[in-house]
Nanobody, 121 residues
Framework: VQLQAYGGGLVQAGGSLRLSCAASGRTFSSYAMGWFRQAPGKEREFVAA????????TYADSVKGRFTISRDNAKNTVYLQTNSLKPEDTAVYYC???????????????WGQGTLVTVSS
């Protein structure tokens, strides 16, 4: 599976962005998908994940209620709708695919190249 994340950019605090991650490969619908982020000088952290069926999602406490993960298996795409953005959300956002569904980066086998989100105050 190859992943291509896009949709990042510069936005003011309180604004929104919709991140997308396009996957190649016929087995996309078999994988759980996750979004992670890494801010400068910090470790990569979990943001959100969704089961292969889309029937279950989980979020980091820091984004719960503001971010929404979804997927369209017909389009081989997973989305991250980010609302009410804060300066502390500034990071490179990565999408990932894996068989286990969860928040651990080690559980994901495939990673996209990342898309930068910058939130100005």
């Amino acid at each position: 599976v190859q992943l291509q994340a896009y949709g990042g950019g510069l936005v003011q605090a309180g604004g929104s962005l919709r991140l997308s991650c396009a996957a190649s490969g016929r087995t996309f619908s078999s994988y759980a998908m996750g979004w992670f982020r890494q801010a400068p000088g910090k470790e990569r952290e979990f943001v959100a994940a969704i089961r292969w069926s889309g029937g279950s999602t989980t979020y980091a406490d820091s984004v719960k209620g503001r971010f929404t993960i979804s997927r369209d298996n017909a389009k081989n795409t997973v989305y991250l709708q980010t609302n009410s953005l804060k300066p502390e959300d500034t990071a490179v956002y990565y999408c990932a695919a894996g068989i286990p569904y969860g928040s651990s980066p080690g559980g994901y086998d495939y990673w996209g190249q990342g898309t930068l989100v910058t939130v100005s105050s």
